[in-house]
């Protein structure tokens, strides 16, 4: 792709391109934004542009270096990005990543060294970086690629120039949104049937989930189609699968989060309803009759306690615990109304 092609992002291919031509080019750049939104062929497209042949500050998609970035097989073009499924760059990929970075061209062109998911560097790997970034090498230029800037270190985040990617598509809620606010709107129910009222809930979050994480694999190798390379030797074939596990893993944990968001702003509108909130203040204005119908009977103290458990679902989801376990523990401790317990 060329700057013009990124109809998504069209300012900021101008704004790349604009900043080539003076030669106004920064040393390292934060590429921030979700998923989806065109970070890496970005990044791509930037790469060729510094290295192309026809040197038009674009890419011209035919040259020898245009072809050999795209190809990902370009001698100074560096990629580094979580390969296994714990979803770490780990320290010995990163020490590598640097000693390329400081080598001497070998095409007599800018070296550009790309991270992709770099809040998946710990912090080992992470301070190791920062060196390069304080004493950038000369004609390198760095890329962070990132989906959730805030668990980068502040000293790495300070360090680069920071572009922003808006989202391109509505996201996973937009094709699971029907489906999941009728599957909360049945959060209502008796102390009597609380458990098994749960486990209900449970038990269909957990397939909507599973559909989630099928209907993501089946898009990534779709879109990657590791096929089409006949003749790989098994070790280069094995490590590009262990990249797409790793981005399968990445994209399905970011569709979890939104789900969980939303489930999260659903029990922030049933709080707002308790404690008597005008319809307009709540995120799903639409559905507040059906929302209110839920929240009739309970407590504010039991609404925030309600709140409090899907919180701690999604804390208990970022430090990695088992997802069923954590959301079995987190619904179990769902209040519901408490206005039938005196009968
Ligand atoms: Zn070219």
């Not at 890329?143 to 360090?159: K, Y």
Request: aromatic letters at 6%; a negative charge; charged letters at 30%.
């Amino acid at each position: 792709m060329s700057f013009s092609d990124f109809q998504e992002q069209k300012e900021i291919a101008a704004q790349l391109h604009h900043s080539l031509e003076r030669g106004r080019l920064a040393h390292a750049y934060l590429f921030a934004g979700p998923r989806g939104s065109g970070k890496e062929a970005m990044a791509r497209t930037l790469a060729k542009a510094l290295n192309c042949s026809e040197k038009n500050h674009d890419s011209c998609e035919r040259c020898d270096s245009c072809r050999r970035v795209e190809e990902g097989v370009h001698p100074d073009v560096y990629w580094v990005r979580p390969e296994s499924k714990s979803r770490r760059i780990q320290i010995d990929q990163m020490r590598e990543f640097m000693k390329s970075v400081n080598l001497r061209s070998s095409m007599g062109g800018v070296k550009v060294g790309i991270v992709v998911d770099a809040d998946c560097m710990g912090e080992e790997a992470g301070n190791a970086f920062l060196k390069t970034l304080e004493e950038p090498p000369a004609q390198t230029v760095i890329l962070l690629l990132t989906a959730d800037p805030q668990r980068l270190l502040p000293t790495i985040l300070s360090r680069c120039l920071r572009i922003s990617f808006g989202p391109i598509t509505a996201g996973v809620t937009s094709s699971y949104g029907a489906r999941l606010s009728s599957l909360l709107t049945r959060f209502s129910t008796t102390p009597e049937e609380r458990v098994s009222h749960s486990y209900r809930l449970l038990s269909e979050l957990t397939t909507l989930l599973q559909e989630i994480r099928s209907e993501t694999r089946a898009r990534v190798e779709a879109e990657l189609d590791l096929d089409r390379y006949e003749e790989l030797e098994p070790k280069v074939r094995e490590r590009l699968e262990d990249q797409m596990e790793a981005r399968i893993e990445g994209e399905y944990r970011a569709a979890r989060e939104q789900v969980l968001e939303e489930i999260y702003s659903w029990f922030g509108d049933l709080l707002l309803c308790a404690e008597g909130a005008d319809d307009q203040l709540l995120a799903h204005p639409d559905q507040a009759t059906t929302t209110r119908r839920v929240a009739d009977g309970l407590t504010s103290p039991q609404a925030c306690r309600n709140l409090e458990a899907i919180e701690q679902i999604r804390n208990a989801l970022s430090r990695n615990i088992s997802e069923t376990l954590a959301f079995e523990v987190g619904l179990l401790k769902l209040i519901p109304k408490a206005t039938t317990v005196a009968r």
